[in-house]
T-cell receptor, first 116, second 117 residues
């Protein structure tokens, strides 16, 4: 069974700083997706970034980038030039892509506070 | 982009009432929909997987007679919390699998906050 582990329950950084959120996962699958989701106080689930396991190149989306280490089963999220609006709960997630029933496995989340 | 509409966003009702939550995929056909429950400051807990035209598959520990799921069409799944009690109060989120969604295979609704008095 797949598992996703986020070892940082809560983090705080000053505005404009860079912050890295950690995530490790366990799977025997070779083809899968990894995601980072943001959940602000509104509780919407917002996809921040995704990575296909077969791609070696790390995904980037503006200020957000990942460090994907497939052999180490590590998938950290880096937020550069952090902004107050980045304050939210962040979930690392795994999904294999074989069957239509394949579900997303979420980590327990990291609560990120961006301080003014 | 693909959108999932979840309704209602907020429900407050008396103990013993049954509550129905709808999840609709607005511009794609979702063969599979998922229902999650989220407690305050916790992660999303998968309750069940719903496939169009067949019975839902429930996760271990989820009472199927308490949480009735119907997926009657490719764009609509419903979750009915039967005879709700205060312990059923929670935030419920649905997601829909987009078979054509290469960038984002699943899309989430905005959630339903259920409060049972």
């Amino acid at each position: 069974a797949q598992t996703v582990t986020q070892s940082q329950p809560e983090m705080s950084v000053q505005e404009a700083e860079t912050v890295t959120l950690s995530c490790t996962y366990d799977t025997s699958e070779n083809n899968y997706y990894l995601f980072w989701y943001k959940q602000p106080p509104s509780r919407q689930m917002i996809l921040v970034i995704r990575q296909e396991a077969y791609k070696q190149q790390n995904a980037t989306e503006n200020r957000f980038s990942v460090n994907f280490q497939k052999a180490a089963k590590s998938f950290s999220l880096k937020i550069s030039d952090s902004q107050l609006g980045d304050t939210a709960m962040y979930f690392c997630a795994f999904m294999k892509l074989v069957n239509r029933d394949d579900k997303i496995i979420f980590g327990k989340g990291t609560r990120l506070h961006i301080l003014p | 982009g693909a959108v999932v509409s979840q309704h209602p966003s907020r429900v407050i009702c008396k103990s013993g009432t049954s509550v129905k939550i709808e999840c609709r995929s607005l511009d794609f056909q979702a063969t599979t929909m998922f229902w999650y429950r989220q407690f305050p400051k916790k992660s999303l807990m998968l309750m069940a997987t719903s496939n169009e035209g067949s019975k839902a598959t429930y996760e271990q520990g989820v009472e199927k007679d308490k949480f009735l799921i119907n997926h009657a069409s490719l764009t609509l799944s419903t979750l009915t919390v039967t005879s709700a009690h205060p312990e059923d109060s929670s935030f419920y989120i649905c997601s829909a699998r987009d078979p054509q969604g290469a960038h984002q295979p699943q899309h989430f609704g905005d959630g339903t906050r259920l409060s049972i008095l």
